[in-house]
């Protein structure tokens, strides 16, 4: 059965760190594309990190030199390093994995990240 837990969500004060792991199971997790999307009420999901299976990374503008995501094959864990956090950055924060030689495409169930005083 194939499972992707995400946690470590919270309330966090402008300018904090937060870094919530998404702990994965029931697939070959080494060999999958990695990645964190969010979404904001009322907006799509959008992508915010993504990890290649050899540790290869992208980000969008608006979370580069922010987030950092890493992965520990040896732990079947993805994780997305938050600093200077924004209001804006406010949102659920799913975990993705993806194959890369068949459709396989999981998703998480979210963790709420709120980023308020």
């Known amino acids: 059965q194939v499972q992707l837990v995400e946690s470590g969500g919270g309330l966090v004060q402008p300018g904090g760190p937060l870094r919530p792991p998404c702990a994965a199971s029931?697939?070959?997790?080494?060999?999958?594309?990695m990645s964190w999307y969010r979404q904001a009420p009322g907006k799509q999901r959008e992508l915010v990190a993504r990890?290649?299976?050899?540790?290869?990374?992208n980000y969008p503008d608006s979370v580069k030199g922010r987030f950092t995501i890493s992965r520990d094959n040896a732990k079947n864990t993805v994780y997305l390093q938050m600093n200077s956090l924004k209001a804006e950055d406010t949102a659920v924060y799913y975990c993705?994995?993806?194959?890369?030689?068949?459709?396989?495409?999981?998703w998480g169930q979210g963790t709420q990240v709120t980023v308020s005083s």
């Open positions: 990890i290649s299976s050899s540790g290869l990374t």
């Open positions: 993705n994995a993806r194959a890369v030689l068949s459709q396989n495409d999981y």
């Open positions: 029931g697939f070959t997790f080494s060999s999958y594309v």
